[in-house]
């Protein structure tokens, strides 16, 4: 039997005992996690979800978390004066051991769900604890505070936030404007910090998708 599963954005095709590198999850090294965003399975019976296959799942023991090739990336900007930048970036991964495909019963397997390491509150998600509405207000109160704490962080020098990925002048002007000035601020983003960011400046996932947290934690220690 195989299984199509979903997490980080990507789908895999996963059989038992095989060995699986996806984006990074919020779980340590020997830990057994759940897959419950399962597209289909198959075997002599396939089964097609519409989307997802119910009470199916996949599990894994985490073998360790690890980093990927480092891909190049290199900017030249012909009309800007032959400016041209190339930098490195290692995407953050856990390498996981498939143990089980459950077609059934997902729910009661008591096994924790596999969280991505940048999703809100992942160690209350994965112990099943519910945020209460009534707890979402004061976080918006907290919003106006944001940028003020922005602001007091960015005392220091200013860094050159265009080397970013997909920051350019124009966006590195939005983030000095929020108080955003340096790397620092950037690798010390929490989940709640880049949702914010993501509504102030409409950045719809962008944060995430290229890296910027990983990117900035690399040019602190760099």
Known sequence: MFAVLKTGGKQYKVQSGDLLRVEKLAADAGEKVQFNEILMLGGDSPVVGAPLV???????????????????HFVKRRRKHGSQRTKGHRQQLTLLRVTDILDKGADKSGVKAAIGAGSVS????????????????????????KPAKAAKAASGAADDLKELSGVGP??????????????????????????????????KGRIEREGWIAQAQEKIKG
């Open 54 to 72: 119910d009470g199916a799942a996949v599990q894994a023991e985490v073998v360790d978390q690890i980093k990927g090739d480092k891909v190049i």
């Open 122 to 145: 992942a160690a209350a998600l994965a112990a099943g604890d519910k945020p209460a509405k009534k707890a979402e207000k004061p976080a918006k109160a907290e919003k106006a505070a």
């Open 170 to 203: 124009a966006l590195e002007k939005k983030l000095h404007e929020n108080g955003v000035t340096s790397f620092a601020q950037v690798a010390a983003w929490t989940p709640e910090d880049v949702a914010d960011m993501d509504e102030k400046l409409s950045f």
